[in-house]
């Protein structure tokens, strides 16, 4: 399930007492689609990205969790929140950025620093240039069977760093008494592509008194 009216620029994100069961955040670049297109081949693929910019595809990872034990996706622990911007970047304005893609691998990428504070302290660092597969190569695959449109976002991944689930994973791996990190109520969350402008948002509570995880049958 996904949710395209939940998605959102700059501000509050309002978030149900269930989302912060395991709040996240997670650190991605994205691409706007220019034209249409149906399996569209990686060679050719670069001709329909209109633009690139941020996004923060926020976790709720509790309910991912849950959900994702019937290897159905994420549903409900992601269609809360999709965060984009704050701009659309075209292609000839990166132009000096581009690099080549790695060994047997097509498309454009390019050498772009990616980055994520919280409450003013730097948690993620990361590049567009590491992704694994390049946009084209996405493209391809998203595009496979399928007709995309002008106007659909589609979202690099996380980057390594990009999120706390991974960062709490290898900080314990490291040290058996290191301490879980989640997004908590009044969290501001910062992320820069640079190049591509600076994306902030601050986690805000909205009261309610439903909550999927208390219902749970055992």
Known sequence: FTNHHSIQGEGNIYCMPDHFEKLDFE???AIVICKEGKNITADEADKYIGGLMIMNDMSARRLQMEEMLLNLGPAKGKDFCT??????????????????????????????????SVNGKQVSEGNIGDMDWT??????????????????????GTVGTGCFLELNGTGKLNDPNYQEQWLQEGDEVVMEIEQLGV????????????????????
């Not at 970047?89 to 097509?106: C, F, G, M, R, S």
């Not at 946009?135 to 998203?142: D, L, P, S």
């Open 83 to 116: 965060v984009i911007g704050p701009c659309l970047v075209t292609l000839d304005e990166l132009e000096q950025y581009e690099i080549p893609a790695k060994q047997n691998h097509v498309g454009k990428t390019w050498n772009l620093t990616m980055k994520c």
């Open 27 to 29: 650190l991605e670049a």
């Open 199 to 218: 994306l902030k948002n601050k986690i805000v509570k909205e009261e309610s008194d439903l909550s999927i995880l208390a219902r749970k049958k055992i």
């Open 135 to 156: 946009f084209a190569e996405i493209i391809e695959r998203c595009s496979y069977g399928v007709t995309l449109h002008p106007g659909d976002v589609i979202g690099s």
